[in-house]
């Protein structure tokens, strides 16, 4: 479907400029714990390597800080427009899409790439047929919190912050995704239940009904790509 020129016209200018990037997790420096990019830039192929930590176009920094976290507490990861950007420069209003986040188990968290299966979703904030999960990510000043679940095993993992963009994902390959991963290592943990995992790339397909949609025809239900939340 078709959509207004104006909005087509206003879509393309804030998509050359409007990025976002994770650059903190529970306000730790920029880049102690979190693979800050080189750019904030999004990936728009799913079944790149990219998708999974973010790389390729924007190679991540390394770091070897793990950051400690225990079972059901929040956890607060910050997302900024430029490493730079305060709390009132979050991203573009016009990127309207869903909030996400996954986790995965790993033997090293400073040196695992995350490519692959493992990956289970804790968080997801999608449409409410009126607001976004990007409007309230906005509103909360880029925190967006998510609760570590008590069920799980203890060790390292990686915490992955997952923002998609929709307003040029009317056409294929223009939903725009926006990663990075936080190391962080699990305390606490009953390891009384095993998470079903799936793969990233793998888990999402450029056709998916919550990656090929159209911002802009009115509709008033959103179904965010990948698996189903883990709940303990």
Partial sequence: MKFSSSIAAAAALSSASAHTIFVSLNNNA?????????????ITEVTSNDIVCNGGPNPTQSTPTIITVQVGSQAKLTWRHTLTSGPSDVIDASHKGPVMAYMKKVSNAATDSGIG????KIQQDGFDGTTWGVDRLIANQGVQTVTIPQCIAPGQYLLRGELIALHAAQNQNGA??????AQINVVGGSASKTPSTVSLPGAYKATDAGILYNLYNGQ??????GPAVFTC
């Fill in 176 to 181: 725009q995704f926006y990663m990075e991963c």
């Fill in 117 to 120: 299966s493992g990956w289970f």
């Fill in 30 to 42: 920029v880049g102690d714990g979190v693979r800050v990019p080189s750019y904030d830039g999004p």
């Fill in 220 to 225: 008033k239900s959103y179904t965010p790509p």
